[in-house]
Structures are given as structure tokens and as C-alpha cells.
């Protein structure tokens, strides 16, 4: 069965600071990955996607994600953050096999101060 | 395009009735997950359908069903009602055609409170 784990449970950051968020998943085969973000009071959205080619991706709102096989790993990042990024972000793994579930990690709440 | 829509979005229970929830995913989407939210477990997968087909279920009790549509709408309904079946209930549909096509898209969800 696939996991996924969120280094962080709630982080706080200034306006202009950078962001990193961690995510590792436990999954022996080929995967895709995501990011999604839930705003106050908003749905979840899809951030950014990964399911093949460039283990860089860009996403929407300036935001990217690594995927680096080896090390089971799709951390999310942001150069530069915005009072506006203050959301729920969550980390979600879908195995490759005859299996359609998605797994999402437990959530990161940042919070960011202006 | 229209987005998934859920309903109703709130909903107030109590314990030993049973509720059922709808969901309308977008368009031409015949793949609709369903998810549970709550702020102590996160997101759980409950289930999956397509075509009028349950692929996939996740660790829940018998309590918790689903059904899908021709029209790929789809329902869950939650029998019995406890305490802790409270939560933010989640749809989310795809293409679902292949393993491919899984980009979710999800609703705004159910607010489910049982007193």
C-alpha cells in the first residue's frame, strides 16, 4: 500500500520569505504525483501535477515541485511567498497499478505574516 | 465548464440516521472519488467509481456505500450515523478513462455533523 508523508504540520513564515515543503511517499513503482491547496474557506485545487518527463515542475501562483526518484521525495517550493499563500497544502501519490486510489499526506497549514 | 458540484453543503445528523450525499462532476468526467476530511485523519480515500463501477474502496465500514449514474452522477450514503462519521465529505471526478487520466478535481464538499 502507497503512503505519503509531510515533514511539516504547520509552518510560519514572514511576506518575501522563501518556502519549502516536504513530501516522501512509500510506493516500489511508478507513480504520479501532486500538489494540491486548499484556501480558507475554498476547495482544494490542483497546484501542480507530476507524471513524467522533467522531474522540475512549475505549477500555478509562481509555485514549483521536484520529484527526485531516488530519494522518494516531491518537495514543493516558493521563492518568494505572499500573504495570499496562506492555505493548506497537501502532498497526494498515485500508484501506477490497477489502482485508482489517491493518497494524501496529513496537510501542512502555512501561515504566512504580512 | 461548470466545476463538481456537491450536495447539499451542510447537513445536520443525528446519531443512528442515515444521509445521503450527491455529487455532479464536471462534464465528461465518468471517474468520481469520493474522500473524508477531518482535521484529526486528513484525507481518506472512501471510494471510487466509474462507469457505474465501484474500482476502488478504501478502509471504511459496510456503513459507508456509493452508487454511480448513467449520467456519472454519483451518491454516497452514510447508514447509521455516528459521532465521528462528522466531517467534510469530498468529491472529486477525472476522465477516469485510463491510469492516465487522474487528475482530480474536487468539489466543495458536504459539511456533515451528527449531534
Known amino acids: 500500500a502507497q503512503s505519503v508523508s509531510q515533514h511539516n504540520h504547520h509552518v510560519i513564515l514572514s511576506e518575501a520569505a522563501s518556502l519549502e515543503l516536504g513530501c516522501n511517499y512509500s510506493?516500489?513503482?511508478?507513480?504520479?504525483l501532486f500538489w494540491y491547496v486548499q484556501y480558507p474557506g475554498q476547495h482544494l485545487q490542483l497546484l501542480l501535477k507530476?507524471?513524467?518527463?522533467?522531474?522540475l515542475v512549475k505549477g500555478i501562483k509562481g509555485f514549483e515541485a521536484e520529484f527526485i526518484k531516488s530519494k522518494f521525495s516531491f518537495n514543493l517550493r516558493k521563492p518568494s511567498v505572499q500573504w495570499s499563500d496562506t492555505a493548506e497544502y497537501f502532498c497526494?501519490?498515485?500508484?501506477?497499478?490497477?489502482?485508482?486510489?489517491?493518497?494524501f499526506g496529513a496537510g501542512t497549514t502555512v501561515t504566512v505574516r504580512a | 465548464k461548470a466545476g463538481v458540484t456537491q450536495t447539499p453543503r451542510y447537513l445536520i445528523k443525528t446519531r443512528g440516521q442515515q444521509v445521503t450525499l450527491s455529487c455532479s462532476p464536471i462534464?465528461?468526467?465518468?471517474?468520481v472519488s469520493w474522500y473524508q476530511q477531518t482535521p484529526g485523519q486528513g484525507l481518506q480515500f472512501l471510494f471510487e467509481?466509474?462507469?457505474?463501477?465501484?474500482?476502488n474502496k478504501g478502509n471504511f465500514p459496510g456503513r459507508f456505500s456509493g452508487r454511480q449514474f448513467s449520467n456519472s452522477r454519483s451518491e454516497m450514503n452514510v447508514s447509521t450515523l455516528e459521532l465521528g462519521d462528522s466531517a467534510l465529505y469530498l468529491c472529486?471526478?477525472?476522465?477516469?478513462?485510463?491510469?492516465?487520466?487522474?487528475?482530480?478535481?474536487f468539489g466543495p464538499g458536504t459539511r456533515l455533523t451528527v449531534l
Open positions: 510506493y516500489g513503482g511508478t507513480v504520479n
Open positions: 507530476y507524471f513524467s518527463g522533467d522531474p
Open positions: 472529486a471526478s477525472s476522465l477516469g478513462a485510463g491510469l492516465g487520466d487522474n487528475e482530480q478535481f
Open positions: 462534464s465528461g468526467h465518468r471517474s
Open positions: 497526494a501519490v498515485k500508484g501506477m497499478s490497477n489502482d485508482y486510489k489517491l493518497s
Open positions: 467509481y466509474f462507469s457505474e463501477t465501484q474500482r
